[in-house]
């Protein structure tokens, strides 16, 4: 089945406590991204990459750090999370860009608590 | 900077109502725009997005929306709804030649649909 996954699917962490959480496609999609959502504020796109090795920011990648070391692979590492980064996170893929027109596949999401 | 405005943030409708909700979007290049859904507890999936070409797009269950390209709009429609539309709705703009990879989503609307 073609899917996007994510895990933890929840995590709660206290600030300061590096924590990775990872994503896994397995449709060889080109571009995968991160998401963060947040009540009101809809989806804002933290990172997002072009192929392996190839990252670039979104709108809000402050405390945030990703890396695409295969192309199934991306995830997103927070080195010393702070509350304001409690959230809800997708990390989504696509074959080719959202600009050439080409749908994103979303994970089912990562709910994480920062105290 | 592209941005994504969507105009009604929760809509009440009864069953067999009309919907229309709104989405306007800055972004002066070649626009490609797609409406996600997110049904309670499921992944976002995609209902339909423009390209080119025909602007009526028709998606899946029944929904539409018509890319207006003089009021930088694409306002989603379902002639008549039904108490399964229940969800959050975003609509979403991908990125530009040089930013193939960054989207832009609105806040989200969303639906409640009374029995």
């Known amino acids: 089945e073609a899917q996007v996954t994510q895990n933890p699917r929840y995590l709660i962490t206290v600030t300061g406590k590096k924590l990775t959480v990872t994503c896994s496609q397995n449709?060889?999609?080109?571009?995968m991204s991160w998401y963060r959502q947040d009540p009101g504020l809809g989806l804002r796109q933290i990172y997002y990459?072009?192929?392996?090795?190839?990252?670039d920011k979104g709108d809000v990648p402050e405390g945030y750090k990703v890396s695409r070391k295969e192309k199934r692979n991306f995830p997103l590492i927070l080195e010393s999370p702070s509350p304001n980064q409690t959230s809800l996170y997708f990390c989504?893929?696509?074959?080719?860009?959202?600009?050439?027109?080409?749908?994103?596949?979303f994970g089912p999401g990562t709910r994480l608590t920062v105290t | 900077a592209q941005s994504v405005s969507q105009h009604n943030h929760h809509v009440i409708l009864s069953e067999a109502a009309s919907l229309e909700l709104g989405c306007n979007y800055s972004y002066g290049g070649t626009v490609n725009l797609f409406w996600y859904v997110q049904y309670p507890g499921q992944h976002l999936q995609l209902l339909l997005k423009?390209?080119?070409?025909?602007?009526l797009v028709k998606g899946i269950k029944g929904f539409e929306a018509e890319f207006i390209k003089s009021k930088f709009s694409f306002n989603l429609r379902k002639p008549s709804v039904q108490w399964s539309d229940t969800a959050e709705y975003f609509c979403?703009?991908?990125?530009?030649?040089?930013?193939?990879?960054?989207?832009?989503f609105g806040d989200g609307t969303t639906l409640t649909v009374k029995p």
């Open positions: 990459s072009m192929n392996v090795e190839v990252t």
């Open positions: 449709m060889n999609h080109e571009y």
């Open positions: 423009y390209f080119s070409g025909d602007p």
């Open positions: 979403a703009v991908g990125g530009s030649n040089t930013n193939a990879g960054k989207s832009t």
């Open positions: 989504a893929s696509s074959l080719f860009p959202t600009g050439a027109g080409y749908e994103q596949y």
